[in-house]
């Protein structure tokens, strides 16, 4: 059973920094492209960044320059380090699993002006 559980989600003020975790469990997490989404209520989920199995990295345009997404496929961990946070950035964040279609609970991350 392929779980996924996001952490690291907060109360954080504008232009601060705050770093995500997502902790798997599938047998083929090395083998997946890894991703981050954020959604607001009333809004699509939207893709924030991907890591591949290999660690190649792809960012969405408004969070280039400020977040970072990394994985470690032994502990079966991904990140994403977020600085020079905006309110625009408040949002349910979500670990997606590309290779199995897996969504985890999500983590609550509040940007405060």
């Known amino acids: 059973q392929v779980q996924q559980e996001e952490s690291g989600g907060g109360l954080v003020q504008v232009g601060g920094s705050l770093t995500l975790s997502c902790a798997a469990s599938?047998?083929?997490?090395?083998?997946?492209?890894m991703g981050w989404y954020r959604q607001v209520p009333g809004k699509q989920r939207e893709r924030v960044a991907t890591i591949t199995s290999g660690g190649t990295p792809n960012y969405a345009d408004s969070v280039k320059g400020r977040f970072t997404i990394s994985r470690d496929n032994a502990k079966k961990m991904v990140w994403l380090q977020m600085s020079s946070l905006k309110a625009e950035d408040t949002g349910v964040y979500y670990c997606?699993?590309?290779?199995?279609?897996?969504w985890g609970k999500g983590t609550l991350v509040t940007v405060s002006s």
């Open positions: 599938g047998s083929a997490f090395t083998y997946n492209t």
């Open positions: 997606y699993d590309y290779g199995v279609g897996y």
